[in-house]
């Protein structure tokens, strides 16, 4: 009696079979495993990212978006389209640009310029925060390098979809942001300046949320940008009007001109 052996996808078509699936759907279904089936034997994640960076490096585009990927490297494109998507179920360039060389990272442009329109999704957040739900701590105390990591791939899952126009994404990073920046203040003399300033703080969260384009680290981008624009920012310093002036009886308010 001669014994066949099965692979994967072979098992799979005949459960397919089995469970009757057909029409438009199943049969798409059908051929996007396939295709997802082939190119995970010949192409991995560490291939891909090399095979991409060998080809910008020939190439060296000025820019390069996913349709550039599409018509210069489609192996590395449908290999990324069928094995790396977000949790709302697009496709994950950053995890693939994330470890290109750094000067490629650069010249990454995401979206072509259009206009967006504001919607309001609760369930795109669920679908990010509940995957870490056991973790949301690393937005308080990340303890090791792997939560710093994982706060970023959070915070840029969250910042793409508000990119998008979801206007909760943007709420909810504000909220998650102000906490963060609140303790570089506290941490960082340099950004001390910063204290007070709540509203102006506020507008560059939304900023950099709108401007974040390639994809290295978020909060790296949001720190250095607070850095820069609050060298011009002076300190606010809280003092009462009844403290008297230097050693003697008379006070600040005694200098106030009334205008009546």
Not at 28 to 47: A, D, E, P, S, T
């Amino acid at each position: 009696m001669r014994m066949f052996s099965y692979d994967n996808f072979t098992l799979s078509c005949i459960n397919l079979t089995n469970k009757k699936i057909w029409g438009i759907a199943g049969w798409c279904n059908l051929v996007r495993f396939w295709y997802g089936y082939n190119f995970r034997i010949i192409m991995n994640f560490r291939k891909a990212v090399t095979n991409l960076d060998n080809i910008l490096k020939t190439k060296q585009p000025q820019i390069f978006n996913s349709s550039w990927i599409l018509i210069n490297a489609p192996r590395v494109y449908h290999y990324v389209r069928l094995n790396h998507r977000t949790e709302n179920d697009d496709i994950d360039w950053d995890k693939l640009t994330r470890r290109l060389n750094r000067k490629f990272q650069k010249r990454w442009i995401r979206y072509c310029q259009k206009k967006v329109r504001l919607y309001k999704d609760q369930k795109e957040i669920d679908l990010i925060l509940n995957k870490h739900k056991n973790r949301l701590y690393v937005f308080i105390a990340p303890m090791t390098n792997i939560d710093h990591r994982l706060r970023d791939r959070i915070i840029i899952a969250l910042v793409r979809i508000a990119q998008k126009g979801n206007v909760l994404a943007q709420r909810e990073l504000a909220k998650w942001l102000t906490f963060i920046i609140e303790d570089w203040i506290d941490r960082y003399y340099h950004l001390r300046r910063w204290k007070g300033y709540t509203d102006l703080i506020q507008e560059r969260i939304q900023s950099c949320i709108r401007r974040y384009r390639y994809t290295g680290s978020f909060l790296g981008y949001l720190y250095k940008t607070l850095e820069y624009s609050g060298r011009g920012i002076c300190f606010l310093q809280k003092f009462s009007l009844d403290d008297p002036i230097f050693e003697g009886n008379e006070r600040r308010i005694d200098y106030f001109i009334y205008d009546s």
